[in-house]
């Protein structure tokens, strides 16, 4: 038999929906540390006293693996970018009750943040993450897997190679390509 960690996720994910606890421990195993690397730092440091990134991921997988009978998988990498997406809606959700929560205290407005980037500097970063998102959005959800899993996830080759049950060297060649796609789909953004 083929250990669980070795196993592709949507093996396990049939294994998880049959009701194997094995299979389900090993998807935490899998996906738990990516979605901690990813969600490092993306909860504003205002909204961290609610609730620590470490949490929200837990949720996150936790939240994906209740409604697992309901998920549908498009190809390699979709359970992650659907752990992805929970994950961010998430961190929206806690950003959006932080802004309703009244201040507890008045802020010296002559004291400056140094940590923070400039209104400009947001909004620039703001609309870059707004143009990649909406490139990414443009490729075939195959390309938009392995451009999740190696750049926003920071998989290895081999990692993905496992995970789309291809070589390395040619995963190395799909990321490559699905990148200039990517790059293409933002040309006309950045216009």
Same mark, same amino acid.
């Given at each position: 038999m083929v250990s669980p960690a070795a196993e592709p996720t949507e093996v396990l994910i049939r294994r998880v929906r049959a009701g194997e606890n094995p299979a389900r421990d090993a998807l935490v195993r899998r996906f738990l540390p990516l979605l901690r690397q990813w969600a490092h730092g993306r909860l504003p440091r205002a909204a961290r006293d609610l609730h620590e990134t470490e949490d929200l991921v837990q949720?996150?997988?936790?939240?994906?693996?209740?409604?697992?009978?309901?998920?549908?998988?498009?190809?390699?990498?979709?359970?992650?970018?659907?752990?992805?997406?929970?994950?961010?809606n998430q961190v929206r959700d806690e950003v959006r009750r932080l802004m309703r929560r009244p201040e507890s205290s008045e802020i010296d407005p002559e004291l400056a943040?140094?940590?923070?980037?400039?209104? /400009?500097?947001?909004? &620039?970063?703001? =609309?870059?993450?707004?143009?990649?998102?909406?490139?990414?959005?443009?490729?075939?959800?195959?390309?938009?897997?392995?451009? /999740? #899993?190696?750049?926003?996830?920071? #998989?290895?080759?081999? =990692?993905?190679?496992?995970? &789309?049950?291809?070589?390395?060297?040619? &995963?190395? /060649?799909? &990321?490559?390509?699905?990148?200039?796609?990517?790059?293409?789909?933002?040309?006309?953004?950045?216009?």
């Open positions: 949720l996150a997988l936790m939240r994906a693996l209740k409604q697992i009978n309901s998920f549908e998988s498009e190809g390699p990498g979709s359970f992650l970018a659907y752990l992805r997406q929970i994950l961010l943040d140094t940590e923070l980037p400039s209104p /400009v500097e947001q909004l &620039v970063g703001h =609309e870059r993450l707004r143009a990649y998102e909406a490139a990414l959005a443009s490729l075939p959800k195959r390309q938009q897997g392995l451009i /999740v #899993m190696r750049l926003e996830f920071g #998989m290895s080759y081999p =990692e993905i190679a496992a995970e &789309v049950a291809s070589s390395p060297d040619a &995963v190395r /060649v799909m &990321v490559a390509r699905a990148l200039v796609q990517l790059a293409s789909a933002l040309k006309p953004l950045q216009a």
